[in-house]
């Protein structure tokens, strides 16, 4: 019997996220329906919305402070950046552990469970967004003048540029806030890259 070789396993792993997340979403959202739904979705929809736009924040946090700065983190990210194409993920326990000890439990201890959830759903959408986003940036061919090709521009001269910037991948509204956006020369004078 052949075993599976090591790249298969990364592999297995990284795309974890894409089976275990929508999981994790409907669970959570069944969860509410069945012991907390009080007649008022649209409440319940609001903190969805109120999770996804903090996941954004999170999300160019974690990018800028902790994949850059953390030592131990930081080489697994470098090696994202030598090697853009290879399936290298945040672990599924680390992330799972974030979601559900960092922002489902404080949630509910200071909300309550109905808004926790939605909230959780948000912030699990985001990252689930986040996640496809990034995958299709460095594994598909996009359509230009799409989001998500000026996404992947601006995600290219993240990798590119010897200056630290464009740490949001799924928005670039915290570049913005914090004036960390890269300039793109290269949509100025027209030339394209290699990678795009």
């Given at each position: 019997?052949?075993?599976?070789?090591?790249?298969?396993l990364?592999?297995?792993?990284?795309?974890?996220?894409?089976?275990?997340?929508?999981?994790?979403?409907?669970?959570?959202?069944?969860?509410?329906?069945?012991?907390?739904?009080?007649?008022?979705?649209?409440?319940?929809?609001?903190?969805?919305?109120?999770?996804?736009?903090?996941?954004?924040?999170v999300?160019?946090?974690?990018?800028?402070?902790?994949?850059?700065?953390?030592?131990?983190?930081?080489?697994?990210?470098?090696?994202?950046?030598?090697?853009?194409?290879?399936?290298?993920?945040t672990?599924?326990?680390?992330?799972?552990?974030?979601?559900?000890?960092?922002?489902?439990?404080?949630?509910?201890?200071?909300f309550?469970?109905?808004?926790?959830?939605?909230?959780?759903?948000?912030?699990t959408?985001?990252y689930?967004?986040?996640?496809?986003?990034?995958?299709?940036?460095?594994?598909?061919?996009?359509r230009?003048?799409?989001?998500?090709?000026?996404?992947?521009?601006?995600?290219a001269?993240?990798?590119?540029?010897?200056?630290?910037?464009?740490?949001?991948?799924?928005?670039?509204?915290?570049?913005?806030?914090?004036?960390t956006?890269?300039?793109?020369?290269g949509?100025?004078?027209?030339?394209?890259?290699?990678?795009?």
């Amino acid at each position: 019997m052949k075993r599976p070789s090591v790249y298969m396993l990364k592999g297995f792993a990284y795309y974890m996220d894409f089976v275990v997340y929508p999981l994790v979403v409907a669970g959570l959202s069944a969860a509410y329906l069945m012991k907390d739904f009080d007649g008022r979705p649209l409440r319940w929809l609001a903190t969805v919305i109120v999770g996804a736009a903090v996941w954004t924040l999170v999300e160019y946090i974690i990018h800028r402070f902790i994949l850059h700065h953390v030592m131990f983190i930081r080489e697994m990210h470098d090696q994202h950046h030598r090697s853009p194409k290879e399936l290298i993920d945040t672990p599924i326990w680390l992330s799972l552990s974030f979601m559900f000890a960092g922002v489902l439990l404080p949630s509910w201890w200071l909300f309550g469970f109905g808004p926790a959830t939605g909230f959780t759903v948000g912030m699990t959408l985001g990252y689930l967004i986040y996640g496809l986003m990034h995958h299709a940036m460095h594994h598909w061919r996009i359509r230009h003048g799409t989001y998500l090709y000026r996404a992947k521009r601006r995600h290219a001269q993240h990798h590119a540029s010897i200056d630290e910037g464009n740490y949001g991948v799924s928005s670039p509204v915290w570049d913005y806030v914090f004036g960390t956006e890269l300039p793109d020369h290269g949509m100025e004078s027209g030339k394209r890259r290699p990678w795009l």
